[in-house]
């Protein structure tokens, strides 16, 4: 399978701290990426570098073969709209409804008429499985779970080849977060998408993941399949897949809770 991202010898740094350091990965054409560490190994870091958000002070980005870094302009402009991003609080502006949302972008990027672009966006309403009467909400009158949905619609606005998620099930309900993994792993199959996730949540990992990318030590550690990660001799990959709540994602069994004495 080809890369869709290659990113080459990255060192992201704010002040003295090194976030990443020689950081290798491959995002291979179609796949789900599942990309996971412990807190602040920089997975959002990561994120925003491959989006063009976060300039890197050294090695390379490549989007379809096109230096991310060198690209300047409206090929630059293409290149990003080839991406669409999910950012973890979805980040909807709140004073505009979901409809108004999802065209904006449709609007400013695809330089679509008020009216055609606001048909658009009901067609990727419907495309997420919200209901039509959505559109007219604004985000504070949605459910965390219709918060996320209405944010994948408008990152789906410009018909993205790439899909990245920052924690695409944090603060949902297991039985939401489950309807959002079927979701996504629906619109990869119809659409074609490349899907780049970070994620804490085991259930999803298991669930819809191809290939997961564990942070450790400023770098990728590990790449492959759940197994392969699995197998990993490392005590956060240890910790992280083989403790209770790993087992049970891997079981599908809810993992033991703990009760306060
Ligand atoms: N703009 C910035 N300026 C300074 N430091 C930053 C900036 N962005 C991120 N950092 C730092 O980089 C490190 C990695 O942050 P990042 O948000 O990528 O971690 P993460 O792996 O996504 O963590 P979590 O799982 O807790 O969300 C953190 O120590 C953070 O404080």
């Given at each position: 399978m080809s890369a869709v991202i290659e990113v080459r010898g990255l060192r992201n740094q704010f002040g003295s701290q090194?976030?990443?350091?020689n950081l290798e990965l491959d995002l291979l054409r179609g796949e789900i990426l599942g990309v996971v560490g412990g807190s602040g190994t920089g997975k959002s870091v990561l994120l925003r570098t491959l989006v063009g958000l976060n300039r890197p002070q050294a090695g390379s980005v490549h989007l379809f073969g096109q230096d991310l870094l060198t690209l300047a302009g409206e090929p630059r402009l293409a290149l990003a709209r080839r991406l669409g991003v999910l950012f973890q609080q979805g980040a909807?502006?709140?004073?505009?409804?979901v409809s108004e949302n999802i065209a904006l972008p449709l609007i400013e990027h695809a330089g679509l008429s008020r009216p055609d672009a606001s048909r658009l966006a009901a067609l990727k309403i419907a495309l997420v499985g919200l209901p039509a009467s959505a559109g007219a909400k604004y985000p504070s009158e949605l459910s965390g779970g219709m918060i996320k949905r209405a944010a994948l619609a408008r990152a789906l606005a410009l018909d993205p080849a790439i899909l990245l998620l920052d924690e695409p099930t944090a603060g949902l309900d297991p039985i939401s977060a489950a309807a959002f993994d079927a979701l996504i792993l629906t619109l990869r199959d119809a659409l074609g998408l490349t899907v780049f996730m970070v994620t804490h949540d085991l259930d999803t990992l298991h669930a819809i993941s191809d290939r997961i990318a564990v942070l450790a030590g400023r770098r990728v550690l590990v790449s492959g399949t759940l197994a392969q990660v699995a197998a990993t001799d490392d005590p956060w990959v240890r910790d992280y897949f083989h403790g209770p709540r790993g087992r049970a994602a891997a079981s599908g069994q809810p993992p033991p809770r703990t009760h306060p004495t």
């Open positions: 090194i976030v990443h350091e909807l502006f709140s004073s505009l409804t």
